[in-house]
Nanobody, 121 residues
């Protein structure tokens, strides 16, 4: 059993900042890539940022220079620092991770429950 639990979402004014956290728990042996995705009303879910276990990052063009993804491997946690937020960033943000469980021979992909981020004046 593996869970990804997110926190940090909320309401913020344009130009403001939020920091999202996602902690993985359960029968975890190893976590490879972790990432953040988002889905706005009426739109497809899209990739926001990813980070490998070694710290190599990848960002959507729309968030480059504004968002920073990081992770703490000892805590099995990934973060998303969001600065200079725009109304276009309003969406449900989902945590994602590739995880190998105890007694499991492969990595499987897991999703968090999602957290709402609303950017509005």
């Amino acid at each position: 059993q593996v869970q990804l639990v997110e926190s940090g979402g909320g309401l913020v004014q344009p130009g403001g900042s939020l920091r999202l956290s996602c902690a993985a728990s359960g029968s975890i042996v190893s976590i490879n890539a972790m990432g953040w995705y988002r889905q706005a009303p009426g739109k497809q879910r899209e990739l926001v940022a990813t980070i490998t276990r070694g710290g190599v990052t990848n960002y959507a063009d729309s968030v480059k220079g504004r968002f920073t993804i990081s992770r703490d491997n000892a805590k099995n946690t990934v973060y998303l620092q969001m600065n200079s937020l725009k109304s276009e960033d309003t969406a449900v943000y989902y945590c994602n991770a590739d995880i190998r469980r105890r007694y499991g021979g492969v990595y499987l992909n897991y999703w968090g429950q999602g957290t709402q981020v609303t950017v509005s004046s």
